[in-house]
């Protein structure tokens, strides 16, 4: 009995306040209670124009309350309501011109119920032999862009109170949008009818010990930013980082209840999880600093919002860095574009940022400010819901395109459920029935219903559906969503379309994508970048990555949060690139100084050749230079000094590790020419030399005349050198030398600083394959020039250079035999590498030089001895002579009692026999 006068009550309270709000909006908008002052149902008109052309009303645009929808698809007579096999039961809605999507997908849900088992209706009962269709009545009550909200919640009321009045069968009211649900739950009140409200904040559900009627299908929108918050804890566990050192930042209205609620409950759980949270609440309707501009409107003051939102001291008091702040904001489209634009020019990196707007129609118009950025809603485009009529939510919308020509949101689909939720309800309240009484439980035993209602647990296409103790839906949690890279998600078609899309990352059962946590924004950058001042200036998304590489000649060594980074060491540097994590120092292995030491050696060994050329020059008439072929002598000095000049690109062939190798490896490709070049010039010139004086000793010693020229000896210098040059230029071509540098370690010696051992060196893939040839060439003419040498042996010294060609062969066989294996030991160091080749080529031309040309100087100053020819000292001998030679010797024993006689003869013979062998030498020569 209390609880019926509590009711009665609570019912004249409400009603007393509609008619002072009545009067007051009847004072304030005399006009539109002019005409049909009453709004009776029966006297309302059908709407000259679709819902979606009365949602475009503006405030210029009047509109009188007009009947959108009268869905009947009922055969009997209108007041047979109910027969035996089929029943009737009508809806009612109420709405505002804007609410479009919050009729229209009823009238969707109630056309598809009324044409299901073959248009018969919903099937009840358990044999499922009776049916139920329904009435839909939908009013649009005004234009309150017109008239103002108030007015319209009062007209809004009047109308649906006639309504229930005049239509007995009115059995569910189809809760209205926003702001004018306030207006069903005194009717249901009065008219003990269920009102299925579409309101998510949970204080609209609070009096439901005074107004058992009111069921709300959205889910609680205080649990919107929720995800986002957990996300959030989840991470900073993860990094073993207390929540007390993260700041939570919630920027919130006092003047909507869902604005308001939304934010209070995400304080609440940071303060229950121990984060270190402040809170900023306004009014937008003030104007707290005076100026005439409302808060919502007034820039300065929103700039001061957004400063306590994210300020620019970042330092903790031990002066370490704080954590990105995370930014929990319920403000409206104009506050967060003024807030966004203040937090961006004061350099704001939010861990995350989660905007009521993220969700709305403002994302859509800020595309480039949406990124990461995270938000709330009842429903999300990829739920997979399904229900006997369309496999997804989308669907419900598809259709609702082709139907009233607009993409609807996820209104649409909520309007769409609640039918569908009341056929389910009908279903299993019938469901044991053999005989569904459905006019008897609406007229005796609607409690049962409703109660029925209170305890249901229905599959519908915008989720599962029950109820908690305010009688608010509970069935699903909200749809947590992020704009994140279309790359992210599972599955989408928008991927195609946009860089970023609207993931959705709860509930878990729906979700196709995972939070990214901390924004981009917020995270430290990574070793090698850092954070940069222009992009947290110039780019639109605040969210989104602030990091950059780091320039050349700087690095950051581990993740940070710096503005900077560290400069390079001196003589240290990153190597052309960008981005690097520590600075590089090369030791390069270079040859450095040591190339003076090369150079020197090529002006020795060239100084010596050119000696030796002019010193052939100006003694050419001298029996020991005629007598040596000066043509041969000179192609010697010629030969070492192009031998010689090879030192010059073997020095010149490096490359540090910033520098270009081109040059280099031009100068790789040529040492080896000078050198081999110079090599077979100098010994092909001793072998035809050598092969000449043959020709003509042995000529003479036949008492024959011959003519060997030089020019028929050059022949020898050409085939060599052809054969030498065949191959350095099938290996110029093929595989040349290159210079190549590698890497033989790494060491850290100081902090940011990494020291690498290099070394670089000419080589080429296939070297022996020609290496080897060239050898051979060489190592043949030493053998062969040796060879030649030693038949000419009995030559005086004056004149062939068998004992000294031979002595240079051991002393460069020596070099080669010592050099080549401490080269390859010391191979990876470039000091000794240049060193020992440099010593090889250098000791290899001056020896050769000194061995040939130093003894003839000797010779030639030294003179002939007295009373000796030239033809004496060759001491070239006939096989006469030689014979002669014998019977002297064997004669001795008697010439010695008579020395006079003895010298006589043996001047006799000098006299005689060596004059003749000079005039053939000479003839030959």
């Known amino acids: 009995m209390s609880a019926v006068r509590l009711i009665v009550a609570t019912a004249t309270t409400v009603l007393l306040l509609v008619s002072a709000q009545m009067v007051s909006s009847q004072e304030e908008n005399p006009s539109i209670f002019n005409g049909n002052s009453n709004y009776d149902f029966p006297t309302l008109d059908e709407c000259s124009e679709s819902s979606l052309a009365l949602s475009k009303y503006g405030p210029e645009d009047e509109l009188t309350p007009c009947i959108l929808q009268s869905i009947r698809d009922f055969d009997n007579n209108v007041d047979s309501t109910f027969n035996d096999n089929t029943s009737e039961i009508t809806l009612v809605q109420v709405t505002p011109s804007i609410c479009h999507n919050h009729r229209d997908g009823a009238v969707t849900s109630v056309r598809l119920l009324n044409q299901d088992n073959g248009g018969k209706g919903i099937a009840i009962g358990y044999n499922r032999h009776h049916y139920v269709k329904f009435r839909l009545i939908s009013i649009v009550g005004g234009n309150p862009n017109n008239i103002g909200n108030d007015a319209y919640s009062a007209i809004h009321e009047i109308i649906l109170n006639s309504t229930m009045g005049h239509v007995a069968t009115a059995h569910f009211i189809l809760g209205s949008c926003s702001w004018a649900a306030v207006a069903d739950k005194s009717v249901a009140l009065e008219h003990q009818t269920i009102v299925i409200s579409q309101v998510g904040p949970p204080g609209f559900y609070l009096g439901v010990e005074t107004n058992p009627y009111v069921f709300g299908i959205h889910v609680n929108s205080d649990t919107y930013p929720l995800p986002a918050l957990s996300a959030l804890t989840f991470d900073l566990a993860a990094k073993s980082i207390p929540t007390s050192s993260q700041q939570v930042r919630v920027l919130y ?101 989660w905007f009521t707007t993220a969700t709305w129609d403002w994302a859509g118009d800020n595309p480039d400010v949406i990124p990461y950025f995270q938000g709330g809603g009842q429903w999300h485009k990829d739920f997979v819901y399904s229900d006997q009529f369309f496999n997804t939510g989308q669907e419900v919308i598809d259709y609702g395109l082709e139907k009233y020509g607009y993409v609807g949101n996820y209104d649409h689909v909520v309007s769409y459920s609640m039918p569908i939720l009341i056929s389910k309800l009908i279903e299993s309240f019938f469901r044991v029935k053999d005989l569904p009484d459905v006019a008897g439980t609406f007229q005796d035993r609607y409690e049962q219903l409703r109660r029925a209602f209170v305890n249901i647990n229905a599959q519908t296409i915008f989720g599962p559906v029950q109820f908690n103790e305010y009688q608010r839906n509970n069935g699903r949690g909200a749809a947590g969503m992020q704009w994140i890279p279309s790359s992210s998600i599972s599955s989408t078609s928008e991927a195609a379309k946009s860089d970023f899309v609207l993931g959705c990352v709860s509930p878990s059962d729906q979700a196709n994508t995972a939070i990214i946590i901390p924004s981009p924004s917020g995270e430290a950058c990574n070793p090698g970048s850092y954070i940069s001042q222009t992009l947290i200036e110039t780019e639109s998304g605040l969210l989104e990555g602030k990091c950059a590489a780091c320039p050349l000649d700087s690095y950051t060594e581990e993740e940070n949060t710096s503005m900077q980074c560290t400069a390079c060491p001196s003589g240290t540097g990153t190597v052309f690139l960008e981005g690097a994590s520590s600075c590089v120092k090369f030791n390069e292995n270079l040859v450095g100084r040591l190339k003076i030491i090369g150079f020197v050696l090529v002006g020795v060994s060239w100084a010596m050749a050119f000696g030796f050329i002019a010193w052939v020059n100006i003694f050419r008439d001298d029996p020991v230079v005629k007598m040596s072929q000066p043509e041969f002598l000179l192609l010697i000095c010629v030969g070492s000094l192009i031998s010689s000049s090879s030192i010059i690109p073997w020095s010149l062939a490096e490359a540090g590790v910033e520098e270009d190798e081109t040059s280099a490896s031009r100068y790789c490709v040529a040492w080896p020419w000078l050198y081999s070049i110079g090599f077979v010039l100098m010994y092909s010139s001793l072998t035809a030399k050598s092969l000449r004086l043959h020709r003509i000793a042995d000529a003479s010693r036949n008492m024959q005349r011959k003519a060997v020229t030089a020019k028929q000896m050059y022949s020898i210098v050409i085939l060599f050198l052809t054969i030498d040059i065949v191959i350095l230029t099938a290996w110029t071509v093929v595989d040349p030398m290159t210079w190549s ?101 250098f000791f290899t031309d001056t020896g050769v030089l000194a061995l040939i040309f130093l003894p003839k100087i000797k010779f030639q100053r030294l003179g002939l001895p007295e009373g000796v020819t030239v033809a004496q000292s060759l001491r070239l001998h006939s096989r006469r002579e030689s014979q002669n030679e014998k019977q002297s010797h064997a004669s001795k024993s008697n010439t010695r009692s008579d020395p006079q006689a003895a010298a006589v003869s043996n001047v006799d013979s000098a006299d005689a026999t060596p004059v003749g062998q000079h005039r053939s030498m000479s003839d030959s020569w």
């Open 741 to 841: 540098r590698k890497e033989m370690s790494t060491s850290i010696v100081d902090t940011g600083v990494i020291t690498v051992e290099t070394s670089g060196r000419c080589q080429s893939n296939n070297v022996w394959h020609f290496l080897g040839p060239i050898i051979a060439v060489h190592a043949f003419l030493m053998i062969i020039t040796n060879a030649l040498l030693w038949k000419v042996r009995n030559i005086s010294d004056r004149y062939q250079e068998q004992k000294y060609v031979a002595i240079a062969s051991v002393y460069i066989c020596e070099l080669l035999l010592l050099g080549i294996p401490v080269l390859f030991a010391v191979q990876d160091s470039a000091s000794a590498r240049y060193i020992i080749v440099t010593g090889v080529i």
């Open 253 to 353: 209205r006092d003047r909507s209840e869902f604005f308001y609620s939304t934010c209070q409950s995400v304080i609440d759980a940071a303060y229950e999880k121990g984060f270190d949270v402040t809170e900023t609440l306004y009014n937008p309707d003030d104007d707290e600093d005076g100026n005439g501009v409302v808060n919502s409107q007034d820039i300065p003051f929103l700039d001061k919002l957004a400063d306590e939102l994210c300020p620019a001291n970042t330092k903790n008091d031990d002066g370490s860095d704080q954590l990105p702040p995370a930014i929990f904001a319920c403000v409206g489209n104009g506050e967060a574009d003024a807030v966004l634009n203040r937090m961006r020019s004061k350099s704001c990196r939010p861990s995350l940022s």
